[in-house]
C-alpha cells in the first residue's frame, strides 16, 4: 500500500483512495459479519432533506464485525502520518444509501470546532467500501482542495464522485467539504463502514465511552480500548486518579460482579 502517495493526495486534494485496501477474503467476512446491521437500515423522510439513509451509529456496540480494521495497522499508519500520534476514535458507524436516498448536503466534518480555519488537521474521516461505489448509487462526493479554503463552498460547487470498487478506502481531512452522493439506481445499495478519527485531546464525536458497554470493553485488546480513548493523552489528560480509566471499569466491573454472586 502506497501510504506515503495517499497521505500527499490528502495533504494536497483533501482525499486519497486507496482501492485495495482489503482483501477478497475480509471483504466477504465483513459483508457476511455485518449483514443483520445493514438489514436493519433504512430511509427516512424529512422536510427540508426529502429521502435519506438512516446511519447506524456506535457500531462497536453493535457488533464485533468492524474491530479488526479499526486495529489495522495500515489504516492507523495513514491516520498517524495526517494527524500525528495522539488520535482517538471518534464514531464508527454503517452506511448504506439505498434506491432513492437524496444526496446529502455539502458539509466539513471538522465543524463540531469552533477553533479559526485554516488549522491543522483534526480530524480524518473514512469509509471502507462493501460495494462499488458509482456515481449512480451514491458515491461521496467532495470538493477537492476546498480543506485549503477558509470560505464556505456553496452547495452547487461542482464536485468530483469518487468511484471506486468493493474493498478500498476513501480517507480525507476534516476540513473538506463533501456530501453522501444521492442514489438514482433502481435496487443497488452502497454498504460502507465509516471509521471518523480525530485528536485524541479533543471531544469524540460519539462518546465511546458511555455509547460502548463496559462488559464489551474489558474484552476489547488493548489496542482498541486505546483507540477508543481508554490512554493517557498528551501527559495525562483522560485520566482517572492520574491512570488510564480502563483500570477503574475493571475494578467498578468486577465489584459489581463480585457484588452479584455474593447476593445470589
Ligand atoms: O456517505 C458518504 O459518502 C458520506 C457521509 C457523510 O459525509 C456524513 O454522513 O456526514
Not at 435496487?187 to 464525536?205: G, H, M, P, T
Not at 483522560?238 to 467498578?252: A, C, L, W
Amino acid at each position: 500500500m502506497d501510504i506515503d502517495g495517499a497521505v500527499r493526495c490528502i495533504r494536497e486534494d483533501g482525499y486519497a483512495v486507496v482501492p485495495d485496501f482489503l482483501t477478497p477474503d475480509t471483504l466477504d467476512r465483513l459483508r457476511r459479519g455485518l449483514r443483520p446491521v445493514f438489514d436493519d437500515i433504512g430511509s427516512r423522510m424529512d422536510k427540508e432533506h426529502g429521502q435519506q439513509t438512516v446511519h447506524t451509529h456506535n457500531l462497536l456496540d453493535k457488533t464485533r464485525a468492524v474491530d479488526e480494521v479499526l486495529v489495522d495497522d495500515r489504516l492507523l499508519a495513514l491516520i498517524e502520518a495526517v494527524l500525528g500520534p495522539d488520535f482517538q476514535v471518534s464514531g464508527v458507524a454503517a452506511m448504506r444509501p439505498g434506491p432513492g436516498d437524496r444526496r446529502q448536503r455539502m458539509h466539513q466534518d471538522d465543524g463540531h470546532y469552533p477553533i479559526p480555519r485554516p488549522h491543522p488537521p483534526l480530524i480524518v474521516n473514512t469509509l471502507i467500501a462493501l460495494d462499488p461505489f458509482t456515481r449512480e448509487n451514491g458515491a461521496t462526493e467532495v470538493v477537492p482542495g476546498s480543506h485549503r479554503s477558509v470560505d464556505r463552498v456553496d452547495q452547487d460547487t461542482p464536485t468530483v464522485s469518487v468511484e471506486m470498487p468493493a474493498g478500498a478506502l476513501l480517507l480525507w481531512e476534516g476540513a473538506l467539504w463533501h456530501r453522501g452522493g444521492g442514489n438514482s439506481t433502481a435496487d443497488e445499495y452502497r454498504r460502507s463502514i465509516n471509521v471518523n478519527f480525530n485528536l485524541a485531546w479533543l471531544k469524540q464525536r460519539e462518546n465511546q465511552f458511555i455509547g460502548v458497554p463496559p462488559e464489551v470493553v474489558v474484552e476489547m485488546p488493548e489496542k482498541l480500548q486505546a483507540l477508543i480513548g481508554y490512554k493517557l493523552t498528551n501527559f495525562g489528560l483522560g485520566t482517572v486518579d492520574y491512570r488510564n480509566p480502563i483500570e477503574t471499569v475493571k475494578r467498578r466491573l468486577a465489584e459489581t460482579t463480585g457484588a452479584s454472586t455474593a447476593a445470589s
